[in-house]
């Protein structure tokens, strides 16, 4: 593990609680260790459309 992915571990966004755990921002908690997200579509009427953009599957 390189020292950025090493800060990435530890490091999260205040206020942001995710459950994807296959993602490669998932701190193995429940929170996200990504710089910033990206949610989308701008055109969703409920939670249900949404997508996080931001997602990346580990292993990738």
């Known amino acids: 593990m390189n020292s950025n992915e090493q800060k990435k571990c530890c490091d999260h966004i205040k206020g942001i609680s995710c459950d994807v755990k296959n993602c490669v ?19 969703a009427n409920t939670s249900a459309d949404t997508i996080c953009a931001t997602f990346k599957q580990k292993g990738e």
């Not at 921002?25 to 055109?43: K, L, M, N």
């Open 25 to 43: 921002h998932h701190d193995g908690e429940t929170y996200c260790t990504a710089e910033c997200i990206a949610v989308g579509p701008s055109h």
